[in-house]
C-alpha cells in the first residue's frame, strides 16, 4: 500500500510559479511510475506528466511544467511556470507499479492522492 499527500497548491497570477510536492510512503518508491493529473470544475481528470523511465507531458504543458522525482526522499514535484487561468484545477500525484500500457491513462495508476487545488487568476 502507498500513500501519497500533495502539498503546494494556491492562488497565483497568470505567468506566475508555483511547485507542487507529492510524499509517497513505502520502500519501493524508485520502482513506480509517478503521474501527475488535474482535474477542472466539470471536467474530466486529465493526464499533466509522468515520470517512470522517461518523463512525458500533456501537449497543454510541455515546456511549462516539469516533473522531477528524488528518490531519495520518496517524492515526487511538479514545476508550474508562465502559469495560465486554464491551469486551474485540482492536481493529484498518482503511483502505478509495473509497466504501463499507456501513462496517460488515469486507470493505469493505483494509488491517488487527495488533490490539492492550483487557482490561477487573469
Known amino acids: 500500500q502507498v500513500q501519497l499527500v500533495e502539498s503546494g497548491g494556491g492562488l497565483v497570477q497568470a505567468g506566475g510559479s508555483l511547485r507542487l510536492s507529492c510524499a509517497a510512503s513505502g520502500r519501493t518508491f524508485s520502482s513506480y511510475v509517478m503521474g501527475w493529473f488535474r482535474q477542472a470544475p466539470g471536467k474530466e481528470r486529465e493526464f499533466v506528466a509522468t515520470?517512470?523511465?522517461?518523463?512525458y507531458y500533456a501537449d497543454s504543458v510541455k515546456g511549462r511544467f516539469t516533473i522531477s522525482r528524488d528518490n531519495a526522499k520518496n517524492t515526487v514535484y511538479l514545476q508550474m511556470s508562465s502559469l495560465k487561468p486554464e491551469d486551474t484545477a485540482v492536481y493529484y500525484c498518482a503511483a502505478a507499479k509495473g509497466i504501463l500500457r499507456r501513462q496517460s491513462a488515469p486507470s493505469e495508476y493505483d494509488y491517488w492522492g487527495q488533490g490539492t487545488q492550483v487557482t490561477v487568476s487573469s
Open positions: 515520470s517512470g523511465r522517461s518523463t
